[in-house]
């Protein structure tokens, strides 16, 4: 059922229990897990003019290849693909399933909600919305810390 299973990662510790969940289910299903970290190129409108957009990238990029390495090391045994995409997060997470003809993605959310969720947006709300395939949403607590995320 599925052979490909993206799974969009930012590196944070609370990343850990989505991977496990996207490795489970990479198990049953005997399937590629496809990590994806995304430099979201929206975020530098807010860097000062003087701010050099290559040392901002790179910098970024090493934070994505960081992020992809633990999402490898996290993921076990399973047979693993990573990438790093500049862009928007959520049409970039839907642009690179249709690429890849993945069968599903599986990402965390903050379940955020009423005014935050206005306010914030959501990520994976956007890529509910917009992707052609099956979208697992697993909760992950803001407050989780480096032990909690740990012990998972």
Known sequence: MYDRILVPTDGSPSMQSVVDHATELAAVHDATLHGLYVVDTGSFATLPVETTWD???????????????????????????????????????????????????????????????????????????AAPIPVVTVPISEGETDVEAARS
Do not use: Q
């Not at 490898?72 to 045994?77: L, P, Q």
């Open 55 to 129: 040392g901002v990238t790179e910098m970024l990029r090493e934070e994505g290849e960081l992020a992809l390495s633990e999402f490898t090391e996290r993921a076990g045994d399973a047979p693993v693909e990573t990438a790093i995409m500049n862009g928007n997060p959520s049409s970039e997470i839907v642009e690179y399933a249709r690429e890849h003809d993945c069968d599903t993605i599986v990402m965390g959310t903050h379940g955020r909600g009423g005014i935050d969720r206005l306010l914030l947006g959501s990520v994976a709300e956007r890529v509910v919305r």
